[in-house]
C-alpha cells in the first residue's frame, strides 16, 4: 500500500484526523492529572502497635510474634521486618511488586482482626496503615496559638476538617499531634485500702453502671413499647455517684476514693510551628486526581475560613507549590529545547522544509501525551522528561522526509509526484529505524518491581511520542510538501549551514574518509583502543544509586539515650529550634516531640511514638547548591556540641524507600552479641571517611524498674500474681474501662489511673496495697522486691530472626562504593560467631537490584533490536557493522561523565539504555544507503565511501537535533536529569563522530561483492 499516495489522494480525511488528534491532545494536556513524582501503588503497609509501659522483649512475645506468624501466612510475601522499642512495635510489610496493594491491605486488617483474642487486652492501639504514593500529604497544616489551648485547636480542626473533607478529589483529612480528651478517673491508693476497695472493685463497679442494654420491647393493647433501662452514664455527675462498696454500713461513692474530671491523655506526640504550640490538618488526595483541582478548593476555602482568638493557620507543606514548580520546569525546558530544534533546522532546511520538520513537535508531543494520559500517567518529572528525550528524535524522521522530496523535486518531479515518491522510498527504512528505537525503550517499560514503576512513564511518552512522529511524517508531511515545497530555480543557493556542511564534507571530511579507507587496520585498532581506554577510565567515574532531592527543605533528627522522657526530648528539640532563629536563611519550620514529622515526601515514613525521638522539618527561603551544603555543615557542627542528644540534620533524596544509604544488618539471636557485634561496626562506620549520622539502635540498654515478686510470699498471704501486675499497670500507665458518650454524641475513654499520672514518684509505690482472696490488703513493697536492671533499648526482626541495623548517610560528593569498601575489608576481619552474619542493604542493594534490571533490559533491547536488523538486511554480519555504533557511543558516555564530575547513576544507565535506539540509526542510514549504490552497480568501496559523503549532513543534523532537543534538561535539570543527559550528548558526539568513519571500512571488510540487495 502506497500510504503517502493514500494521504494525498484523501487530504481531507488527513487533515480532519491529525485536527481531531491535536484537538483530544491538547484536551489530553489540558485535563490530566499534575503531579510531582510518579504514582506507584506500592503493596507496601505497616502495623503499628502502641503497648505503653511495656518493654521490648514483652512486645515482642505478646504483640510482634503472634502478628509476624499471622502475616507470614499470606502469599506474595516479599519481606517482613519490624522495629520494637518501649510501648511501641513497627511492623513493615513488604509484598511482592504487582499484587494488588488494595487486596493486600486487606488480607492484613483481617488477619489482625482474627488476633483480637491473643493479644493483650490493654494493648492501646493497632493500626494498618497503606505506605504508597497515594498516602503522602498533599498538605500539612499547622493550626497554632500562642496560649497553647489544645481543646480549643481540636474544635477549630474539627470544623476545618468537615469543610475540607468532602470536596472532589480529597481523600483523607487527618488531625495529628493532639492528646485525646479522656475521662480520668484519678485514684487514692490510700482511701481505696482505708475503704477495703481495690481496682478490680471500681472497674466493677463503673463498667456495670455505665452498661447500655436495650430492654426489649412490651405490646400493650394495641402498642408497642420500647423499654429503656438506665443505661449509660450522661454526665460526669453520675460518674462521680457511682456506688463502688460499702465500709462500716456506709455506702462508698467513686467521689469519695478518686477524681472524675475531663483532663487529655499523656502527650505522646507534641508538635510547634515556629515555636508555637500546634496540631497539624493533613491532607491526602484522591489516586489520578489533578493536585490543582484539589488545592485551589482547599486554599480558598480556608483563605475565608475564620479563626477565633489567637488561632492562626500555615501551610507547612504544600505538595502543589513543588508540583507548579517542577512541571514549569521541565516545561521550560522542553520550550527550550523546541527552540534550539527549530534554529538549527531554520538554519539548515530554509523556511520552507524548516517549518514542515517543526510541524511534527507539536503534532507529535500532542499525540503522544493523548495516549500517557489514555494509560493513566500524570503529567510529572518522568513523563515531561520522556517528551524531553524524544524531541531531537522526532523531527528525524520528518528531516528524513523533507530531504528526500526536495532531492527529487531536483530530479524535474512535481510537487505531487515528488512528495509520493521521495516519501515512499523512506517509509522502509524509517519505519525500521523507529521500530529500533522504539524497541530499546521496550524493555525499560518491562523492568519489574517499584523502581521500573517509577521510571516507567519515560519510556511510554518516548514510545508514543515517536510512533506519532512516524505517523506524522509517512502522511502529513508528505501533503504539506506537495503544497509547500517547489523546485528550486537553476543556480539557487542552499541555506548558509548547508553549504558551509557540504563544503566540509567535500573537503576536510573526504579527504579524512579517502585518509582512513587507506589505512583500515590502524583506523579500526585506534577505534578499539579508544573504547578500551574509555572502559579503563570508568572506575573514575565512580556509580551512584539516585541523586539528592535538591528541595530547599531539610530534616533535622534528634535521638536521646533510651529511658528518657518526653520532656528530655522536648528539651534537646527546643534547642534545635532555638538554633535555628539565628539563621536568615531559614523560612519556618515545625518541630515534632514523640514522632516523626507527617508523611511529605514518597520514600520517607514517618517515624512512629517514641519517647526518645524527635524531629524538625525545615523549609528554607531559597535552593542554591553551595549555600545549602554550607547550611548543613554549619548546622551539624553546631548541633555536635550539644551533649543530651544526637541530633542529626539529613537532606531528602530521590529514589525507592530507604532508610540509609548505608544500611548494614546483622543477624544473630542473642541480644547480647549482637549488641557486642554492633558496637564494633559503628565504630568501624563512624570512622570511615565520607559516612555521616551513624546510627546503632542498641548503643545503649535502657534502665527497667523490675518488681521482683516472691511467689512463696504471695501464695501464702493469699496474693494471686496477675493482682500485683495488674494494680502496677493500672496506677501507673491507666486502664481503659469504658466509654463515655456526651450531650454532643462525642466518645471519651474512661481510664482508671493513679492520682499522680505523670508526676509519679518511686515513693508512691510505698503508697500501693494490693488485695489477698480474704478481702484484706497488703502493701505492695511486702511481696516484692523492686530493682534497676538493663534491658534491651530496642528489637528489630527481619524475616522472624533478631537483627540489629547500622545506619548512615553520605557526605556530599561521597562515593558509595568507596565507603562501602572501606567498611567492607575492616568487617571482614572482625570474628564472626556462627550464626552471626551481616547483609548490606540500603542503596548498595536497591542499586544492584535496579542496575540488574537495567542490565536485562538492555541485553533484551539489543537482542530485539539484532533480530529486526537481521530481518531487514537479511544478514548476520551487517546488523553487527550496525552494532558497532555502541561500543563507539560508550567512549562518548564514559568520557562526558568524567569531565563532568557525573557520577554513573540510575538515570545514567537509562541514558545508555537510549543510546542501543539512537545511536545505531546513525550506522542504519549509512549501511542502508551503501546498500542502494551496491544495487546500482558500484563497487563496494565506492558505496562505502559515497554513502559517507551523501549522508554525512542528515546524520550530523539528526544528532545536533537530539544533543539541543536534550541540552535544557541537562543543564537545568539537576543532579537527576544530568547523568542521563550527559550520557546520551556524550555517546552522540563520539558514536556519531566515529561511525561516519569506521562503518565505510567495516562495510567495505565484510560484504560480500555478490550481495543481492532488495
Request: with cysteine; proline share 5%.
Amino acid at each position: 500500500m502506497n500510504i503517502p499516495a493514500f494521504s494525498i489522494k484523501n487530504y481531507q480525511l488527513t487533515l480532519t484526523a491529525f485536527l481531531l488528534l491535536l484537538l483530544a491532545g491538547i484536551s489530553s494536556f489540558l485535563s490530566m492529572p499534575q503531579q510531582e513524582d510518579p504514582a506507584l501503588d506500592i503493596p507496601n503497609i505497616v502495623v503499628i502497635a502502641v503497648y505503653p509501659g511495656a518493654n521490648p522483649k514483652d512486645i515482642e512475645s505478646q504483640v510482634v510474634d503472634p502478628i509476624e506468624e499471622a502475616i507470614k501466612e499470606l502469599e506474595d510475601l516479599k519481606e517482613l521486618r519490624t522495629t520494637i522499642r518501649d510501648g511501641a512495635a513497627v511492623t513493615e510489610i513488604e509484598f511482592e511488586f504487582g499484587v494488588d496493594a488494595d487486596d493486600k491491605f486487606d488480607e492484613v486488617q483481617r488477619q489482625l482482626n482474627q488476633l483480637e483474642d491473643v493479644l493483650p487486652p490493654d494493648l492501646y492501639s493497632l493500626e494498618a496503615r497503606q505506605i504508597n504514593t497515594n498516602t503522602v500529604n498533599i498538605f500539612q497544616i499547622a493550626l497554632y496559638s500562642d496560649e497553647g489551648n489544645y481543646q480549643q485547636m481540636y474544635q477549630e480542626a474539627e470544623e476545618v476538617k468537615y469543610l475540607l473533607k468532602d470536596l472532589p478529589g480529597v481523600r483523607k483529612v487527618e488531625l495529628e499531634a493532639y492528646p485525646e480528651q479522656e475521662v480520668r478517673i484519678a485514684l487514692d491508693p490510700v482511701k481505696m485500702t482505708q475503704a477495703n476497695l481495690s481496682v478490680d472493685h471500681i472497674e466493677r463497679a463503673v463498667s456495670g453502671s455505665n452498661a447500655n442494654i436495650p430492654g426489649g420491647a412490651i405490646k400493650i393493647s394495641n402498642k408497642l413499647f420500647a423499654l429503656k433501662t438506665s443505661g449509660a452514664y450522661e454526665n460526669l455527675a453520675q460518674i462521680r455517684q457511682t456506688v463502688v462498696g460499702v465500709y462500716q454500713d456506709k455506702l462508698v461513692y467513686l467521689k469519695d476514693v478518686a477524681h472524675v474530671d475531663f483532663t487529655y491523655e499523656d502527650q505522646r506526640w507534641t508538635a510547634r510551628y515556629n515555636g508555637h504550640p500546634a496540631m497539624y490538618i493533613n491532607i491526602t488526595q484522591q489516586k489520578n486526581v489533578n493536585i490543582f483541582s484539589v488545592s485551589e478548593p482547599v486554599k480558598a476555602i480556608l483563605s475565608e475560613h475564620p479563626l477565633p482568638g489567637d488561632l492562626q493557620l500555615a501551610y507547612v507543606f504544600d505538595q502543589s507549590q513543588g508540583v507548579e514548580t517542577r512541571v514549569n520546569g521541565f516545561v521550560n525546558n522542553l520550550g527550550q529545547g523546541i527552540v534550539l530544534v527549530g534554529i538549527i533546522i531554520f538554519l539548515l532546511l530554509g523556511i520552507r522544509s524548516a517549518s514542515l520538520v517543526m510541524l511534527a513537535i507539536p503534532l507529535s508531543i500532542m499525540m503522544g501525551l493523548l495516549v500517557v494520559d489514555g494509560l493513566d500517567y500524570a503529567l510529572q518529572q518522568m513523563s515531561i522528561a520522556g517528551l524531553i528525550v524524544a524531541l531531537g528524535l522526532l523531527v528525524d524522521n520528518s528531516i528524513a522526509i523533507t530531504e528526500n522530496i526536495e532531492r527529487f523535486l531536483g530530479k524535474g518531479m512535481t510537487p505531487i509526484a515528488a512528495a509520493i515518491a521521495g516519501t515512499q522510498q523512506l517509509v522502509a527504512p524509517i519505519f525500521s529505524a523507529t521500530l529500533t528505537t522504539v524497541l530499546a525503550f521496550v524493555p525499560i517499560v518491562l523492568m519489574p518491581d517499584a523502581t521500573g514503576a517509577f521510571i516507567k512513564a519515560l519510556p511510554i511518552t518516548v514510545i508514543a511520542t515517536l510512533i506519532a512522529s512516524f505517523l506524522v511524517a509517512i502522511t502529513l508531511t508528505p501533503f504539506l510538501a506537495s503544497k509547500l515545497l517547489k523546485p528550486k530555480p537553476a543556480g539557487a543557493r542552499n541555506s548558509w549551514l548547508f553549504e558551509k556542511m557540504m563544503g566540509f564534507v567535500q573537503g576536510p571530511y573526504t579527504r579524512l574518509l579517502y585518509g582512513v579507507n587507506n589505512h583500515k587496520t590502524l583506523t579500526l585498532s585506534l577505534a578499539g583502543l579508544s573504547f578500551i581506554g574509555a572502559l579503563a577510565l570508568f572506575p573514575l567515574v565512580g556509580v551512584s544509586f539516585f541523586p539528592k532531592a535538591e528541595k530547599p527543605q531539610l530534616r533535622i533528627t534528634v535521638s536521646l539515650p533510651k529511658g528518657s522522657n518526653l520532656d528530655a526530648t522536648d528539651q534537646a528539640v527546643t534547642y534545635v529550634e532555638e538554633a535555628l532563629r539565628e539563621y536568615d536563611e531559614v523560612a519556618y519550620y515545625a518541630a515534632n516531640v514523640g514522632h516523626g514529622n507527617p508523611r511529605i515526601y514518597y520514600n520517607i515514613a514517618p517515624t512512629n511514638y517514641s519517647n526518645t525521638f524527635g524531629e524538625v522539618f525545615v523549609v528554607l527561603k531559597d535552593y542554591d547548591v553551595d549555600a545549602f551544603y554550607a547550611l548543613l555543615d554549619d548546622l551539624r557542627a553546631c548541633f555536635q556540641t550539644y551533649t543530651g542528644a544526637r541530633i542529626d540534620v539529613r537532606e531528602f533524596v530521590q529514589g525507592p524507600p530507604s532508610k540509609a544509604p548505608v544500611e548494614i544488618q546483622i543477624a544473630g539471636n542473642d541480644l547480647d552479641q549482637l549488641q557486642a557485634y554492633a558496637r564494633q561496626v559503628e565504630r568501624i562506620v563512624s570512622h570511615t571517611p565520607g559516612a555521616i549520622n551513624v546510627t546503632n539502635p542498641l548503643r545503649e540498654n535502657s534502665t527497667d524498674l523490675h518488681f521482683q515478686i516472691n511467689r512463696d510470699k504471695a501464695m501464702l498471704l493469699g496474693v494471686p500474681l496477675f493482682t500485683v501486675d495488674k494494680t502496677i499497670r493500672s496506677y501507673v500507665n491507666g486502664n481503659n474501662i469504658g466509654i463515655y458518650r456526651d450531650s454532643d454524641g462525642e466518645d471519651y475513654n474512661i481510664v482508671l489511673r493513679y492520682a499522680a499520672g505523670e508526676d509519679f514518684q518511686l515513693s508512691d509505690f510505698d503508697r500501693l496495697s494490693v488485695p489477698t482472696m480474704t478481702g484484706k490488703f497488703l502493701p505492695l513493697r511486702q511481696v516484692t522486691n523492686m530493682t534497676f536492671e538493663e534491658a534491651p533499648s530496642q528489637i528489630e526482626h527481619y524475616g522472624n530472626e533478631r537483627v540489629v541495623t547500622i545506619l548512615a548517610d553520605l557526605e556530599n560528593d561521597a562515593n558509595l562504593d568507596e565507603v562501602i569498601g572501606s567498611i567492607d575489608e575492616q568487617l571482614q576481619d572482625l570474628d564472626w560467631q556462627k550464626g552471626y552474619q551481616y547483609t548490606y542493604l540500603g542503596d548498595l542493594a536497591n542499586r544492584n537490584d535496579s542496575f540488574g534490571g537495567m542490565g536485562l533490559a538492555s541485553l533484551l533491547a539489543m537482542l530485539l533490536i539484532f533480530g529486526v536488523l537481521i530481518i531487514q538486511f537479511r544478514s548476520f554480519t551487517q546488523p553487527l557493522i550496525i552494532l558497532t555504533a555502541l561500543p563507539l557511543a560508550i567512549i562518548g558516555s564514559i568520557l562526558a561523565l568524567l569531565f563532568t564530575g557525573i557520577s554513573f547513576s540510575f538515570t545514567a544507565f537509562i541514558g545508555l539504555t537510549s543510546l542501543i535506539g539512537i545511536a545505531i540509526n546513525n550506522s542504519i542510514v549509512l549501511v542502508d544507503y551503501a546498500n542502494s549504490v551496491l544495487a546500482e552497480g558500484r563497487t563496494i568501496a565506492e558505496a562505502a565511501l559515497q554513502a559517507g559523503q551523501v549522508r554525512f549532513v542528515p546524520i550530523v543534523a539528526t544528532t545536533l537535533t537530539t544533543i539541543l532537543g536534550l541540552l535544557p534538561l541537562t543543564l537545568n535539570g539537576g543532579s537527576l536529569w544530568a547523568p542521563m543527559g550527559w550520557t546520551i550528548i556524550g555517546g552522540l558526539l563520539t558514536s556519531t563522530t566515529l561511525v561516519l568513519l569506521v562503518v565505510p571500512v567495516l562495510y567495505q571488510l565484510f560484504t560480500r561483492e555478490n550481495r543481492v540487495v532488495g
